[in-house]
């Protein structure tokens, strides 16, 4: 299972890097007004640390300005995909940007039938938002197995990314869902180590080896 950061915090993703826990990047335009830096500076910057894909979004609604957009986005790094929304007009601009070599995640994915037209309009990645879901009292998770589901009946390629994840139970789950990716916010990474019985015997064998210096 890859790990991606759902972040544009530079510091976040240079520690889950040194941890080896930072397979790719996803940015959304909240993320970025959330990382204070210029869109391009910092994509550019996130790509020169990560060799992983980099997922970026723009503005546009039409398929042509989407299609300008994800064109200008591909040459700020190697490793660029573009995010698109899950539209009829994002559908076509993931059919173009797809067949001219540019990966396209499609987002803002609710229901397995938008994941369905996303891999038959050949995207590379999906983006199911499971919190989102889980927020309006859906199951989030289901969506997830549903996705699997379809995806492995007819062999698509697309890889599915499990997004909007607010806790570490929703990486586990997604493990278990055997989903491609979770792409992770920096805080939920970080609780995923905690465990208070980890700290507790830690405490415990300390106290017992200042013991046996004792001896
Ligand atoms: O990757 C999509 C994600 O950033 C959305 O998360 O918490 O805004 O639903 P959230």
Redesign the pocket.
Known sequence: MKFFL?TAIVEDIKNAVQLGMCDGV???P??IMKSGRDHMEVIKEISSIVDGPI?VEGNGMTADEMIKEGKEFSTWGKNIVVKVPMTEEGLKAVRVLEKEGIKTNV?LVFSPSQALLAAKAGASYV?P?V??LD?ISHDGMFLVDEIKQIYSNYGYKTEI?V????HPLHVVEAAKAGADIA?I?AKVLSLMWNHPLTDKGIQKFLEDSKKNEKH
């Open positions: 759902d996803t940015t959304n909240t993320l997922s987002t983006s938002f919190g989102r927020d990314i997004a909007s994840i607010r792409t916010p």
